[in-house]
């Protein structure tokens, strides 16, 4: 069962052009202004399954906030078909809201002056869940996300990884079928993500929620999601599932060595040279045709005097998508 299911949309945005000085401004109120024309979102269409975790990905103005914002109802389309649950955005926003649920890692939800809990109690209330219900669901969700210990501390006195579980609870309070994070890690430490993420996959799982989830933290979307859809441009430019996504793009590796002396690395096939400057050179390593151990195979130990390792950056994976489907 699909519980989105979306069709040629489209979403165009018109602005004015701008002019300088007072004069031009002047005429500009006698004469017709030129008009410039974005499509933020530009004829896409795809469904996602009940029960799934979609990674939903592209760089910084590439249309995935403005396709979310159509899906939940804050924009209409200009063109084409929505359907989230069963609903129409954006003529039943109000009745959707009440079977999704958000979390932003940059934008709080929750009254930083309040407990966790009185502001658990706000939102129920705003959902018209009964109070014996919705007491008994925070003890739930509490002891699920382990918040009992400051539920009653003031949220500006919480630590940013345990703000983000209580967003969490807040979002779950009213049962959603979905949910869509936006950038939900963003800042946290590496032991606040990893519990953060292995907590999404719970929800996923255990309450078999539907997750939309936009990101870009590589280890993010390779952790929660099992599809990925990256747009860029307004187009969905690809449609797979993370485990061809990982084979092809993922399991490609940066590494960084700074040598005492120069040497010649030789050309080898899933080992590329980036850059070389003096004794410091940056090297893509295809983890699926080579593993560390071929790389340091092409220098001594002792000629070592640093090294880092780190993914590609979720941006460069996208542009190269791109322009693999554009070639």
């Known amino acids: 069962m699909n519980v989105i299911e979306v069709k040629n949309l489209c979403k165009t945005f018109k602005t004015t052009k701008k002019v300088k000085g007072f004069k031009n401004k002047l005429k500009n109120l006698f004469k017709k202004k030129e008009v410039n024309i974005k499509n933020a979102v530009n004829d896409i269409s795809f469904s996602v399954e009940e029960g799934e975790a979609l990674a939903f990905i592209g760089p910084n103005g590439a249309g995935k906030s403005t396709t979310i914002k159509m899906l939940t109802g804050i924009l209409f389309p200009t063109s084409g078909e929505i359907s989230v649950l069963g609903y129409n955005p954006s003529k039943q926003r109000t009745k959707l809201s009440y079977e999704v649920g958000t979390v932003f890692g940059q934008k709080e939800q929750l009254w930083v002056h309040l407990s966790p809990l009185d502001n658990f109690i706000f939102f129920g ?96 979307i390779e952790e929660v999601c099992k599809r990925v859809i990256i747009i860029n441009d307004g187009k969905i430019v690809l449609d797979d599932s993370m485990r061809n996504l990982k084979y092809h793009y993922l399991n490609k590796k940066i590494v960084e060595v700074n040598l005492k002396k120069d040497i010649r690395i030789p050309k080898s096939d899933g080992i590329t040279v980036l850059e070389a400057k003096d004794t410091v050179y940056k090297i893509e390593v295809d983890m699926n045709k080579k593993t ?9 130990a002792e000629d070592l005097q640093d090294i880092s390792i780190s993914s590609t950056p979720l941006e460069d994976i996208i542009k190269d998508i791109y322009r693999g489907k554009n070639e």
Do not use: W
């Not at 009964?130 to 382990?146: H, N, Q, V």
């Not at 539920?151 to 919480?158: A, G, N, R």
């Not at 309070?173 to 869509?180: A, D, G, I």
């Not at 560390?292 to 001594?300: A, E, I, Q, S, W």
């Open 125 to 220: 209330n705003i959902y018209d869940i009964p109070k014996k219900e919705l007491m008994a669901r925070i003890d739930e969700l509490a002891t699920l996300f382990d918040i009992k210990d400051y539920i009653e501390q003031p949220v500006k006195s919480l630590s940013l990884g345990q703000r983000m579980k209580c967003e969490m609870v807040a979002s779950l309070l009213h049962k959603p079928k979905m949910l869509f994070f936006d950038e939900p890690t963003i800042g946290l430490d590496p032991i606040a993500k990893e519990t953060l993420r292995n907590l999404i996959k719970k929800i996923n799982r255990e309450l078999g929620t539907t997750i939309l989830f936009t990101s870009h933290d590589v280890g993010d």
């Open 292 to 300: 560390m151990d071929d790389l340091l195979g092409l220098f001594k």
